[in-house]
């Protein structure tokens, strides 16, 4: 019975630190393209979305969460929102006017009002590349792009250099994905105009894998 306890205690310790999650670790790395510049595919052509889909199911699902959109100066910021499915998106009006929010999707179907300071919440329940439209201002759009995956990032294509052919320039961005479970991924990237990309990763226990990337037309 004396000998019984210390077991018991050096068990529970051994648990205590066997249970610790593993370090997480993540991915990093550049995104660069080369296009046309125009003003008018300038904006849908800024925000490029990587993502990690783990290549098993995590032992426990993940939680989705809340993001916000503003709607302001006329445009929704962010333009292109990512987000985990099931997450919860409030949409705020800090605009002098009366704005809309729009989705035409079955899943996720919205059409509401929202006058100056009023602020509406919707679910998008589904994975999916949703259009939003403010009908008030048929100019205004954005993206929600629902993921099975709490991984992503966002980044904004910034332009390094023109070039002198073809009225072309180097638009590129860092990104960084951190917090990320040690595992097997595939890394995926989405962006309105250029070819989406996959490439398979392998995040290490408290490392950053290092990954570049350029997107096609
Ligand atoms: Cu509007």
Redesign the pocket.
Known sequence: MNLMLPVGLLLAAVFAVSDRSLPAGGVEGTVRTEVKVTTKGATSQRDVVLYLEPKQKPAEAPKPGKARVV?KK?SFEPHVLPLLRGSEVEFANE?Q????VFVEAECCKLDVDADKGENKTHVFPQAGEFPIV?R??PE?TMYVLALETPHFVRVELQKDKELSTDAKAVFSATFKIEDVPPGAYTLRTWNKKLKALEREIVVAEGGLQKVDLVLEK
Not at 97 to 100: C, P, R
């Open positions: 709607q006329l605009d006017v009366k704005h809309n403010c008030l201002h205004m």
